[in-house]
């Protein structure tokens, strides 16, 4: 009988997909739940995964004309229910605040004393309160567009959480922008959208498909919101950025008003758009394998982890001057317009215990360097993505290492594209499709679905009634459409329109 390979994280990804998402997070020290239900701490590595995001993200937010404010984490609950369609939207996952301070109580504990006069709502996203604010600063054409991003936290009270997928409060960042013109505003909305697949693709190494929510998925009170999607490796799809066009609907809540250039009064026309901690969630489920955590090299807080191997104090001196050195060399090249990021792991561990840790770390390049790398000029380095382990001239790696750094992120978003192009079928026989979706398993559904292109009719109830039962959505109406005519998988009404479908998280 054949051994079953030895892997570091257990289940596989095959066995149980979920608890192997877990178990990645937990081996690669990323994050662990809080003592406060649905929270999560983020932890150094993980920490520095986001770091890499934002910094990414806010450079092109910035060259896109946007700049950073900040707006206050509570909003009166009279502003939400100015907006009756985004209320409803966001009602189930509003945390609440009723008082203002604590008081003793006869048992020796604590109880909250001070009711306010109104409630005040912990952000599940900030749009109430900015459009309150945009109507204080617009009175004329003049002072249009504003073009505002805010990094920030927010809540929707979340009783099953999964870190980074679904937790009550999360990181994320939020534009919010107004403009005089509803064609100035459409084009934001696609301005950002381009944005959030550029970094997807080119920095996550995840390939996306961009498209218009369906009216059913669309965010509470837009007339329109665009979405980039991804396939996971259990190829469920993850809604991975959003970009809303709002269309007055706000302007006309909040009263963001201005004099045009002709002396009329107009409402003016909002987006808003944003991505969350939920991509770290993305990059974890898009690459990673049965070891561990697999990084691109682009958002890896280190590209290279110099491992030190010796067996004495004498040969310690030596070993670490050498390690320094190299350390030097490298971090003096340079990957994707910036320094390579090198860190010397000095720990007094076993070698074998250190390099597992960082193969749970998912650190693109391991170089390990003992005294017979020193004498022989060279050092042993292994690929995470590939796992090939290989020694090689010390010259040769310093001069190279921005190229295998560029090998390793194309190889990552090469492997990912495959999977979604195995994995996607257009499909326009409905028993076909049923079948796509339904699990062999139905106690413990395998892996399975994928995506199917179909024809589709868009907000017709039936529909909406036949993938409830399959646990299916449809995820987008992607914007390259052939224009071929068809009829609807579901009602047989004639339409040009293919949607994607999936099981989604």
């Not at 770091?51 to 502003?79: C, W």
């Not at 229910?81 to 605040?97: D, I, M, R, S």
């Amino acid at each position: 009988m054949a051994k079953q390979k030895k892997t570091a994280i257990t289940p596989t990804r095959e066995a149980d997909y979920p608890e192997w998402y877990q178990q990645v997070i937990k081996a690669a020290d990323l994050a662990e739940l809080s003592p406060v239900r649905g929270c999560m701490v983020v932890k150094p590595w993980g920490w520095g995964i986001w770091e890499n995001m934002q910094r990414v993200l806010d450079g092109k937010f910035k060259e896109t004309g946007h700049e950073n404010a900040y707006f206050p984490l509570f909003i009166p609950m009279s502003y939400l229910e100015k907006e009756a369609e985004h209320v409803e939207g966001f009602a189930k996952e509003c945390a609440v605040v009723t008082h203002h301070r604590l008081e003793p109580d006869p048992d020796g504990g604590l109880r909250p004393a001070g009711k306010l006069d109104e409630p005040l709502i912990v952000r599940p996203t900030s749009e109430t309160i900015i459009g309150e604010m945009y109507a204080r600063w617009v009175q004329s054409y003049r002072d249009l567009p504003i073009l505002i991003n805010q990094w920030a936290n927010v809540v929707r009270w979340e009783l099953r959480p999964r870190m980074f997928l679904r937790t009550a409060e999360f990181l994320w960042q939020e534009g919010h922008t107004a403009h005089a013109t509803e064609a100035e505003a459409r084009e934001e909305t696609e301005r950002m959208l381009h944005v959030y697949a550029d970094f997807a693709e080119n920095y996550m190494a995840m390939p996306v498909i961009r498209g218009e929510k369906t009216a059913a998925e669309r965010f509470p009170g837009a007339v329109s919101t665009l979405t980039i999607e991804a396939m996971m490796q259990d190829r469920k799809a993850l809604q991975s950025g959003t970009s809303h066009f709002l269309g007055q609907n706000f302007s006309k809540a909040q009263g963001i008003k201005f004099q045009n250039q002709t002396g009329d009064e107009e409402f003016a026309w909002t987006t808003s758009w944003g991505v969350s901690t939920r991509l770290i969630g993305a990059l974890i489920m898009t690459h990673s394998d049965d070891d561990g955590l697999v990084l691109p090299p682009r958002l890896a807080p280190a590209h290279v982890v110099v491992l030190p191997i010796y067996r004495s104090d004498e040969e310690r001196q030596k070993v670490l001057a050498h390690c320094e050195k190299l350390k030097k060399e490298l971090e003096a090249q340079s990957y994707g317009g910036e320094p390579v990021r090198v860190r010397m792991d000095d720990r007094d561990l076993r070698g074998g215990e250190k390099n597992w840790q960082h193969i749970k770390k998912g650190v693109p390049l391991r170089a390990e360097v003992g005294p017979r790398d020193i004498e022989n000029d060279s050092v042993f380095l292994a690929r995470r993505d590939t796992g090939e382990k290989v020694g090689v001239p010390r010259n040769e790696f310093v001069g190279t290492v921005g190229n295998i750094l560029g090998e390793i992120q194309d190889g990552l978003f090469q492997r990912a594209l495959e999977l979604r192009e195995q994995n996607t079928r257009t499909i326009d026989n409905l028993d076909e499709f049923r079948e796509y979706f339904t699990p062999k398993k139905a106690n413990k559904p395998e892996i399975h679905g994928g995506f199917a292109l179909s024809y589709f009719v868009d907000e017709d109830p039936a529909v909406e009634a036949e993938l409830k039962k399959l646990k299916v959505t449809a995820r987008c109406i992607p914007l390259d459409q052939d224009g071929e005519s068809g009829q609807c998988l579901f009602t047989g009404k004639p339409t040009t329109t293919r949607a994607v479908f999936a099981k989604a998280y």
